[in-house]
């Protein structure tokens, strides 16, 4: 469009000069009337008496006058056309401002388009997220469960072995009379063993079932959280899809827009064809009118020399006529002025008639240089449309091909919704058969909770059981130690009888009552040792329990303090810890370039200064600045030009290199293209190291590095 409103304005200017040229010539021809009319008005006043010589000289001023009206046709035409070249400049000033427009908003849906996209990924990416971190939590949930489940049991268990434990040590068994006080001494010691392993199984069954009401309480509230955030998924993925409808409804309105923009170039192209062919016509009629107007102007000058050729033998037969008795002195003198006066006449004739082609020459000059003027201008401007034509087509084929990479886009898109459709289905069945298995386990959990409230309040029921045997043995043992407390005294006096007895007597002690008595003995000391034993083993395992209480705690705090790490605090460990040793590593390679670059170039010096001193002495020119300065240009002079031409190729290769290396490593690709983990995780570039995550992160080390190549 400014390529056509530099053509217009470039023929407006044209228009104009032809104007001024047709505004001149009507000067000359009104400046030819009016001399034709004053010669006329001299020859009527001199000779009146000649009327077919003047109906010719009015002939001929009819006929001026009527190429003085064609010529103001002319004119007036000339104007009609300025005018419509103002208004098709006008014009194409609108469209070329329609155009910007058109394109403006062109360039705004594209950007729209490709900020939807980005929305639409940035929305999908986050639902997958979403996804994963639900997942997840579910998971962990399940195993928090199946944990749970795991102690319940292994408690079941141990309740189960402490009960049958407890069945046979309640069991009645016969006992001798010898046997009651070792017997005593071991139930006391169990039941009180027994009595503090109750106590605290009956402490951890209800810290378990406490967990267990809470966790049937939290049950439905991570329900009603994976309901809503389902609800959520779905008003998003309803939400992504009106989107998407609404891409698609955009893309088809930009096809009829850009099939609306085709037809539009379709047509200006059209009309500024027939605009061309308009101006090549204008063009063939001027150069007709300019051939027209020569003929014309020859005419005028051919029928000029003829009035001035009559007008001048008129004169001379009136001369003639005049004076017939007149001398012939007077003749003579009279016929030499007649000459001189024509010659006189001539010479003014041929005068203006040289002016006059001169000044027609100069006209045709001037038109065929306003023709080539013409000429290249069209020319030019038909090449401009064709130029433009060009780029239009340019345009028209990007836009095509944006439009195809949209679509492509908007299929993947589709693609991915569909996908991401069908995950959320699937996560969904996932989700119903997670909530059956939970519903399942619910109702198991709840009726192992029913028998296990029943086996508790069997062993509470058995535990007070145990507790009023408990009571009865403790009776019993006071009873007995009252009995064995009487037993003694009675034994003490016993024993006093019958040392009295065997004092009198002098007789020996039974056998029988010492060996008896030794037994007794011996069974007080083994029944001592295994309460020690027993005791010794209790300490034991009431301290491995203990340890391995504070070994479950430290675990515990273990796992939530690395639960705190995520990975993507391990992975910008990683890129950070990966970048260091890209930086040490590039630097170390900078350097060893810098060093063999310095090892070539210091060699190639101590070559070119051996080679020198070489030359100088092989020139005997003494060593030193002035001796250099003032050597004779004519010795060797074909060697040293040759030798400096390889100096100036070698440094201009080395610079052109330096080139290369310092753009290679501004945009280069870096040694970091594979993943860094085995897992799911590569760092994220395109084509240079600017565009990495280790270098794009804020106050990062290797800021300075991507900044500052090595020189």
């Known amino acids: 469009k400014e390529i056509e409103l530099r053509a217009l304005q470039g023929n407006y200017k044209d228009r104009m000069q032809e104007i001024e040229i047709l505004n001149e010539d009507n000067k000359f021809l009104n400046e030819d009337i009016n ?11 001199n000779s009146s008496s000649n009327p077919p010589y003047i109906q010719f000289l009015k002939q001929n001023c009819e006929k001026i006058e009527e190429e003085l009206r064609e010529t103001k046709v002319l004119l007036t035409e000339k104007m009609l056309a300025l005018e419509r070249v103002k208004i098709d400049l006008t014009s194409c000033q609108r469209e070329a401002e329609d155009v910007k427009s058109l394109l403006k908003e062109k360039d705004m849906i594209i950007q729209q388009i490709g900020d939807d996209g980005n929305s639409l990924h940035q929305a999908l990416s986050n639902i997958q997220s979403k996804m994963q971190e639900t997942s997840g939590s579910l998971n962990k949930k399940l ?7 795991a102690v319940l049991v292994a408690e079941i268990d141990r309740l189960k072995t402490l009960l049958q434990r407890s069945d046979n040590s309640s069991s009645p068994k016969p006992f001798s009379v010898e046997e009651i006080a070792e017997q005593l ?29 809470d966790g049937a309480t939290k049950e439905p509230k991570d329900g009603l959280s994976d309901a809503v955030l389902l609800e959520d998924l779905r008003q998003k993925l309803r939400l992504e899809a009106e989107k998407g409808s609404k891409l698609k409804e955009m893309l088809e309105a930009e096809k009829h827009n850009s099939n609306a923009i085709q037809m539009q170039d379709a047509e200006i192209i059209e009309a500024m064809r027939l605009r061309l062919e308009a101006a090549i016509d204008n063009e063939g009629k001027l150069q007709k009118l300019l051939s027209e107007e020569r003929s014309k102007n020859e005419r005028l000058s051919t029928l000029m020399a003829g009035v001035q050729r009559t007008k001048s033998f008129d004169n001379y037969l009136l001369m003639k006529n005049k004076s017939p008795h007149d001398s012939p002195s007077r003749r003579l003198n009279r016929s030499n002025e007649f ?36 000429r290249n201008r069209f020319e030019k401007e038909i090449a401009d449309r064709s130029e433009y034509g060009e780029q239009v087509k340019r345009e028209l084929m990007r836009v095509t091909k944006e439009k195809e990479l949209l679509e492509v886009e908007l299929d993947n898109e589709q693609e991915k919704l ?7 289905e699937s996560l969904e069945k996932r989700i119903n058969a997670l909530q059956e298995a939970e519903s399942m386990r619910s109702l198991r959990k709840d009726r192992s909770l029913g028998q296990n409230s029943l086996e508790t309040q069997e062993l509470r029921f058995r535990l007070e059981h145990l507790e009023h045997e408990r009571t009865q043995l403790l009776d019993t043992i006071r009873s007995l130690k009252t009995e064995v407390e009487r037993r003694k005294q009675n034994e003490t006096k016993l024993m006093g009888a019958l040392s009295r007895d065997n004092s009198l007597t002098e007789g020996a002690v039974p056998e029988e009552f010492l060996t008896k008595l030794k037994d007794l003995n011996r069974m007080l000391e083994n029944n001592a040792r295994e309460n020690h034993q027993q005791a010794e083993t209790l300490r034991l395992m009431v301290e491995e329990r203990r340890a391995l209480q504070q070994r479950i705690q430290e675990l515990e705090r273990y796992n939530v303090n690395s639960s705190r790490y995520n990975r993507d605090d391990l992975e910008e460990r990683a890129n950070h810890l990966f970048g260091k040793y890209l930086r040490s590593e590039s630097h170390r390679k900078a350097l060893v370039h810098q060093k063999r670059y310095l090892q070539i170039v210091l060699t190639t010096y101590e070559e ?6 070489q030359l100088l002495s092989t020139q005997n020119v003494p060593l030193n600045i002035q001796g250099l300065s003032l050597a004779k240009p004519n010795a060797d002079e074909n060697h040293p030009r040759r030798r400096s031409f390889r100096a100036v190729v070698t440094a201009i290769i080395a610079i052109e290199r ?12 870096r040694v970091c293209a594979k993943a860094i983990f085995s897992q ?22 290797f800021a300075e590095y991507n900044a500052s190549p090595p020189s």
Do not use: C
């Not at 569909?418 to 959320?424: D, R, W, Y």
């Open 658 to 669: 330096m080139k290369f290396i310092v753009r290679k490593w501004q945009g280069g690709r």
């Open 339 to 374: 000459e001189s006066e024509m010659v006189a006449r001539f010479e003014s004739e041929i005068k203006f008639l040289n002016a006059q082609n001169e000044r027609e020459r100069e006209r045709a000059i001037d038109l065929q240089r306003v023709l080539e003027r013409e």
């Open 418 to 424: 569909l996908l991401s459709h069908k995950e959320i």
């Open 680 to 701: 799911q995780f590569t760092p994220r570039r395109s084509q240079s190291a600017t565009t990495n995550v280790w270098t794009r992160s804020q106050n990062s080390h």
């Open 35 to 45: 001399r034709l009319k004053n010669e006329i008005a001299k020859s009527s006043s």
């Open 185 to 213: 001494e071991k139930e006391l010691n169990y039941s009180a063993q027994l009595d503090s392993s109750i106590l605290k199984a009956i402490e951890s069954d209800d810290v378990n079932s406490d967990d267990e009401a």
């Open 143 to 149: 195993r928090e469960e199946q944990d749970r489940n």
């Open 608 to 613: 070119n200064e051996a080679k020198a001193l």
